[in-house]
C-alpha cells in the first residue's frame, strides 16, 4: 500500500507511540519532528541551539526552519515509499510547504489520522512521562502553554483535512493495544 501519511492530535495524545507502531506495520519510516529536534539539541548543532529556546518554552519553531528540515527528510531514499509524518504539519503554512514538497515529488497524502484526546488525560500522562523521561518541555507550565499552542494553530487543521476528505479519527484514549487495532481498522475502511 502507498501510505503517505500525517499523524495528527494534541501534545500527549500519543502520537510517537502510534506512528512508530504504524510505522512498523507498513514498513515505512516514521518521521518525528519532535524527535529530529531532540536530536538536534543534544548534539548542539546550530539547528539545536535555536529549536530549543522554542521547545523549552512550549512554542513552536518557525515554520521556516521546521519546513527546510522537512524538506530534506522527505527527500531521502527510505521516505521515498511513503511515511508517516508525527508532528508535522502544525501550521497552516507548514500545511502549504508540505503539499509544495509532494507536489514537486508527484505525490499527495493518502490519510491524515487524528488522535483524538482527553485534555485532563493528556496532561496526566505527560507528568507521569515527565518522571521517567525528564523531558525539558514536561513541566505543567510547558504542558498548559503546548496544548494552548496545539488548539490554536494546530487543531484547524483538521477542518482543512476533514474538507480534502483525507482526515481519519481515531479515539486515543484506550490502551496501547486497543488505539493500534482502531487506527489500523479505521484505515482500512
Ligand atoms: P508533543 O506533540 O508532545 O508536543 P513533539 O515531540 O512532537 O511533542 O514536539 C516537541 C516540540 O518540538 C514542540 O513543542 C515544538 O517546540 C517542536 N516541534 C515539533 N514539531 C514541530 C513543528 N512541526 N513545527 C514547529 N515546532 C515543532
Keep these: 500500500m502507498s501510505a503517505h501519511l500525517v499523524m495528527l492530535g494534541p501534545p500527549g495524545a500519543g ?5 512508530a507502531r504504524l510505522a512498523n506495520h507498513l514498513g515505512i519510516p516514521a518521521i518525528s519532528t519532535g524527535d529530529i529536534f531532540r536530536t538536534h539539541v543534544a548534539e548542539h548543532t546550530g539547528l539545536g541551539v535555536i529549536a530549543r529556546r522554542y521547545m523549552e518554552a512550549g512554542e513552536y519553531v518557525p515554520d521556516q526552519i521546521t519546513n527546510a528540515m522537512v524538506r530534506d527528510r522527505l527527500a531521502r531514499k ?14 497552516l503554512e ?8 509532494l507536489k514537486d515529488q ?22 507521569k512521562r515527565a518522571a521517567v523521561q525528564g523531558r ?13 499552542v496545539y488548539a490554536e494553530q494546530t487543531e484547524p487543521l483538521t477542518r482543512v483535512y476533514g474538507e480534502r476528505g483525507l482526515l481519519v479519527q481515531v479515539d486515543g484514549m484506550g490502551s496501547v493495544d486497543e488505539v493500534t487495532e482502531h487506527m489500523l481498522a479505521a484505515l482500512a475502511e
Design 106 to 127: 508527484d505525490r499527495g497524502l493518502d490519510a491524515v489520522i487524528e488522535l483524538v484526546a482527553n485534555h485532563d488525560e493528556v496532561v496526566e500522562r505527560m507528568l
Design 136 to 148: 525539558m518541555d514536561d513541566t505543567e507550565v510547558v504542558i498548559r502553554r503546548r496544548l494552548e
Design 15 to 19: 502520537k510517537g507511540t502510534q506512528a
Design 78 to 91: 527510505d521516505a521515498l515509499e511513503g511515511f508517516i509524518l508525527d508532528g508535522y504539519p502544525r501550521t
Design 94 to 101: 507548514q500545511v502549504e510547504a508540505l503539499d509544495g514538497m
